[in-house]
């Protein structure tokens, strides 16, 4: 006679590991990463990402994860472009126990902010995104921590009146400013006028299309121009190219300002003794002695298991930058474990786990990254941090730190952030936030 035992029995097999599956799928976390490994800006992009699975394969290596809980990845090659973003977005959403999105492109920032709202999941826009995301009560889930364009604009002018002896002292002084012909580029296009207005400067600003390897015609603009000051507004080849341009026409290298995404060995290498004497603006100090680092090396490299090809790359602008990204993310999910359990936490969790970040100096020494930043304080509605920079020189082999840390003119910028926010909310039917628990 057929007996239904074995069938039985079976199916209990299948459902017990089936159950064993699924513990460990919870006890895994998710990031996927729209990453750039290809195409003019691979220098950024394997530079960065590198970083970031450097740091979580040392926290898995390490520490056996967050908690308990495993930190995993997977990459989508977007080569710097919205489509192909927005595609690896669509895909990879799919995934179970997704922490952050980290796409490093304002042009994929844009168009993923009313996903990530949808999908509550946050969207961390590191040094870069839309400005008046830092308002919190409007966007819940976007990010854009250590430094949005706007507060790296005020801290570059903060920066040149300490070069002029006060800001009093810019009133007549000429700047212009290069950006890269993209919206991350043209971000900053009204701050500057209003900051202009303000300080009394007058600014031009002359857009290079990309990617920006060729630029006569806008570096002989400037030589007929004769400003004070031109900030590179750059990102990728664009940066060597224009400094490596501006000798050739005769604009001294020293009096030539780089943003955020012009301030990497990447920038500088490449242009040869053209950019030495070259001064940028950082959140992120180059090197490779923080103790991070070296435990990078012994831990992630030493077990064949570095993302970075060349070795000598770890320390770089770049790198540093991701390993940082790494600490942040992994710290608002130690943050929001402490409230909601040591396991796979929902995308809504971090969020509150993101507005609660804060390492002072005694927790990034404990991080092993004293002198690597200088602090973050993410609030509910304060989706930045602190803003602060320091500006760096190339000496034609390394990074010289050359300012204490500046802070941005936040009296001026909040304003101006609520004002575009609120439109925005207007726009979207959005409505304001009044505490961490809306």
């Known amino acids: 006679m057929f007996s239904l035992r074995p069938l039985r029995m079976a199916a209990l097999s299948a459902l017990v590991a089936l159950s064993s599956l699924q513990t460990v799928q919870a006890d895994e976390q998710f990031f996927p990463l729209q990453s750039y490994r290809v195409g003019p800006y691979a220098a950024g992009g ?3 990402f590198g970083g970031f699975i450097d740091y979580l394969n040392l926290i898995n290596t390490r520490d056996g994860g967050v908690g308990g809980v495993k930190l995993t990845w997977e990459e989508g090659e977007t080569q710097y472009e919205v489509e192909r973003g927005v595609e690896v977005y669509e895909r990879l959403k799919q995934k179970p126990g997704i922490a952050t999105w980290n796409p490093l492109s304002v042009g994929i920032a844009y168009a993923l902010l009313d996903r990530v709202t949808a999908d509550k ?3 961390l826009t590191i040094n870069h995104g839309r400005t008046d995301t830092t308002d919190g009560r409007v966007f819940k889930y976007a990010f854009p921590l250590l430094l949005n364009p706007y507060s790296e604009t005020s801290g570059i002018v903060n920066y040149l009146g300490s070069k002029e002896g006060g800001l009093e002292k810019l009133k007549g002084k000429k700047v ?6 993209s919206p991350y580029g043209k971000e900053t296009i009204p701050i500057y006028e209003l900051l202009a207005k303000k300080y009394g400067f007058t600014v031009q600003q002359i ?6 390897n060729e630029q006569q015609s806008q570096w002989l603009t400037i030589r007929r ?3 004070d000051y031109v900030v590179l507004r750059g990102w990728g080849v664009m940066n060597p190219v224009a400094l490596k341009t ?3 026409t005769g604009f001294p290298v020293d009096h030539i300002i780089g943003n955020v995404w012009s301030n990497s060995e990447e920038d500088v290498i490449p242009a040869g003794d053209a950019a030495k004497g070259y001064v940028a603006i950082t959140t992120v100090a180059a090197g490779a002695q923080y103790p991070v680092l070296q435990d990078i090396q012994k831990t992630v490299y030493g077990a064949g298991k570095g993302n970075l090809q060349d070795t000598k790359r770890i320390g770089s602008v770049y790198h540093n930058l991701g390993v940082l990204n790494g600490i942040l993310n992994v710290e608002a999910i130690r943050i929001a474990q402490a409230k909601f359990g040591k396991r796979t936490l929902t995308g809504d969790e971090i969020r509150w786990g993101l507005e609660n970040l804060k390492i002072d100096e005694a927790r990034a020494a404990a991080l092993g990254a004293k002198g690597l930043f200088h602090s973050i304080n993410v609030t509910w509605n304060n989706h930045e941090g602190d803003g602060r920079v320091a ?11 050359v300012s204490d840390w500046i802070a941005p003119d936040w009296k001026l910028l909040r304003p101006i952030i609520e004002k575009s926010s609120q439109a925005y909310a207007k726009e979207k039917g959005v409505k304001l936030r009044t505490s961490i628990n809306d």
């Open 46 to 48: 394997t530079g960065f």
């Open 121 to 123: 999941v946050p969207l």
């Open 176 to 181: 212009v400013v290069l950006y890269h012909g």
């Open 207 to 212: 857009e290079v299309p990309h990617p920006g």
């Open 225 to 227: 121009a004769k400003p």
């Open 246 to 248: 501006a000798q050739k």
């Open 391 to 401: 500006f760096q020189q190339w000496d034609g082999s390394k990074w010289n730190v």
